[in-house]
């Protein structure tokens, strides 16, 4: 059997269920399961991390949680109804998809660049917005 995963169907999770799932390891594998079986992909936006931000103690957590199930970052909401509007009269055809997480695997100190981008400045400004 091969598996077709597709990385273009998203699941919106809260940042309260987020966090939930990080703590609760447990949950973790159903959760993946449900995601390959779906086709799924967790979809984390600019608001999660500007949400997550103060949630310092969960970073490692959230973020080995990020990495190891399929999960992406998707554009900003600007973007998304500036194309919106773009493709007026027209159904939208573009993506949400604006970077993979699970590249960064393939990266050295994957999880500290993630641990990271979540202790930004940028999230500061962005939550401060």
Do not use: W
């Not at 573009?94 to 994957?110: A, G, K, P, S, Y």
Request: aromatic content about 8%.
């Amino acid at each position: 059997m091969t598996l077709e995963f597709t990385y273009s169907n998203f699941i919106y999770l809260d940042t309260n269920i987020l966090s939930h799932i990080a703590k609760n390891k447990g949950l973790m594998s159903s959760l993946f399961n449900f995601l390959i079986k779906n086709d799924l992909c967790i979809a984390i936006s600019d608001a999660h991390f500007a949400e997550l931000y103060d949630a310092k103690k969960l970073h490692s957590q959230l973020s080995s949680l990020l990495l190891f199930m399929p999960s992406v970052i998707i554009k900003p909401r600007e973007k998304i109804i500036e194309e919106e509007v773009k493709s007026h009269p027209n159904i939208r055809t573009e993506t949400l998809l604006l970077h993979l997480l699970n590249q960064l695997m393939l990266e050295r100190n994957d999880i500290n660049k993630l641990m990271n981008y979540l202790n930004s400045n940028k999230l500061i400004k962005a939550r401060n917005e």
